[in-house]
């Protein structure tokens, strides 16, 4: 099993940066990916951006350029750094891993973006 534990959301100006952590409960190693989803109000939940135990990334098309998915495997945490907020951004934000064809999901944490 896995256990995700997110932080670092909240309320930030349009044009402005967070960072998302994502801490694991067991070694990222041993993870096959892992990655960011969000979801807005009244809207399905979509992929923002994965990262391979190989490091390969992807992203989605809406934050290409502005949000960079990274991870610590000393810390076996997985970072999201978001610049260029815009208010279409404004969503819960989801850690998720696929662990020997099993999904996990963190508890989500909220990022407002809002002048």
């Known amino acids: 099993q896995v256990r995700l534990v997110e932080s670092g959301g909240g309320l930030v100006q349009p044009g402005g940066s967070l960072r998302l952590s994502c801490a694991a409960s067991?070694?990222?190693?041993?993870?096959?990916?892992m990655g960011w989803y969000r979801q807005a109000p009244e809207k399905q939940r979509e992929l923002v951006a994965t990262i391979t135990s190989g490091s390969t990334t992807n992203y989605a098309d809406s934050v290409k350029g502005r949000f960079t998915i990274s991870r610590d495997t000393a810390k076996d945490t997985v970072y999201l750094q978001m610049n260029g907020l815009k208010p279409d951004d404004t969503a819960v934000y989801y850690c998720?891993?696929?662990?020997?064809?099993?999904?996990?999901w963190g508890q989500g944490t909220r990022v407002t973006v809002s002048s």
């Open positions: 998720h891993a696929r662990y020997y064809l099993q999904d996990y």
């Open positions: 067991r070694s990222i190693f041993s993870i096959y990916a």
